[in-house]
């Protein structure tokens, strides 16, 4: 099993579309397993995206990741790293496929609605940097069955 930190940035969260974010990744079947609303400080989007820092656009994406509450998740299941950025689409909007969050719901590279961990180090590192252990629920789910074979 795999972990990764989803986010539904500032813009999702004022569009309204919490619910219809949380549910993509509920039906595909991967499990919650850490949720919570919370305003990111700007020290806490700087060490978010510190990767980034060299970008011309690091200084509007810590402002825009500050700007309102954001929604903060942990998704468990088979491949969710990769399956999940699947699910999100490509960064920019105008390049992600229908079907997928930013394909269906967004239009521009700076206002994308959603976040998803890049790979087993950064989702990690994103995990511990926006939940305490206990904040993680390890439980297990009788249906698992029916979404995962063991091959
Ligand atoms: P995240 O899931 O948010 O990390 O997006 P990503 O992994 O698909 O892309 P990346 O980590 O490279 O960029 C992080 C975020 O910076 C993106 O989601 C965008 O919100 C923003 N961003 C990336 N490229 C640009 C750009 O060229 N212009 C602007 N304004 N924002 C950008
Ligand atoms: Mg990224």
Redesign the pocket.
């Known amino acids: 099993k795999e972990r990764t930190f989803i986010a539904i940035?500032p813009d999702g969260v004022q569009r309204g579309l919490i619910a219809a974010i949380i549910a993509r990744f509920e039906n595909k079947g991967f499990k919650l397993v850490a949720l919570k609303m919370l305003w990111p400080t700007k020290e806490k989007a700087e060490s978010h995206?510190a990767?980034?820092a060299t970008?011309p656009?690091f200084k509007?994406?810590v402002a825009?990741f500050s700007s309102g509450p954001i929604v903060a998740m942990v998704w468990e299941g088979k491949d969710a790293i990769k399956t999940g950025?699947v699910l999100?689409g490509?960064?920019?909007p105008a390049a992600a496929v229908p079907g997928t969050i930013r394909g269906d719901l967004a239009i521009s590279?700076?206002?994308?609605i959603?976040?998803?961990?890049?790979g087993p180090e950064s989702a990690v590192h994103e995990i511990a940097n926006w939940f305490a252990p206990e904040e993680v629920s390890d439980y297990p789910r009788s249906l698992d069955e029916w979404i995962v074979s063991d091959n």
Do not use: E, M, P, Q
């Open positions: 940035k995206y990767d980034l970008k656009f509007g994406l825009y950025r999100l490509a960064t920019n590279v700076g206002r994308n959603c976040h998803g961990s890049d």
